[in-house]
């Protein structure tokens, strides 16, 4: 039971780190014009999702893995292209990515809404190390019982 505690912290940790990277990779090309394909960078996010295990066992084993009150952590099971939110547009004629009338597409990065992100994964990063401390710190009491 603890060390499943530590796994849920650490793998939150894991995702919010993921999280913090693509947050600074979307401010880094906040005026990509261009990629590597020759596409306006679109904004990235982290797709997270509940850590099961069990996974092509059988099913009595996963209805005792369903039945259990504790989470088992979180992954990341992907990294999605922000679709939703429009695309910037810019007049700027002499820009080399400029279109015929002039207007340049600019990436649908907001550094607000990426540095309120920034400060969300921050504070889960820091939450999920607190967790693990206390955790930790548990553990080590427990054994200086036996002594």
């Known amino acids: ?6 796994n ?14 693509l947050i600074s990779q979307n401010i880094a090309n906040v005026n990509t014009t ?18 099961r295990q069990g996974t092509g066992k059988l099913f009595n084993s996963m209805l005792s893995t369903a039945s259990e009150s504790y989470g088992k952590g979180v992954i990341v099971s992907g990294i999605a292209e ?10 700027d004629p002499s820009h080399p990515d400029a279109d015929e009338d002039g207007y340049v597409t600019l990436p649908n990065v907001n550094t607000v809404t990426e540095m309120t ?5 921050t504070r889960s ?17 427990g054994l200086e019982v036996g002594q």
């Open 1 to 6: 039971m603890i060390m499943s505690a530590l």
């Open 8 to 21: 849920v912290s650490a793998s939150g940790m894991t995702a919010q780190r993921l999280r913090l990277d």
């Open 34 to 51: 261009r990629d590597e394909n020759g596409n306006v960078y679109r904004r990235k996010v982290a797709v997270f999702q509940e850590k």
């Open 82 to 91: 922000d679709h939703v939110t429009a695309m910037k547009k810019v007049y």
């Open 117 to 121: 992100n920034l400060i969300d994964a």
């Open 125 to 141: 990063y820091e939450a999920n190390v607190t967790a693990f401390n206390a955790t930790k710190n548990m553990l080590l009491r």
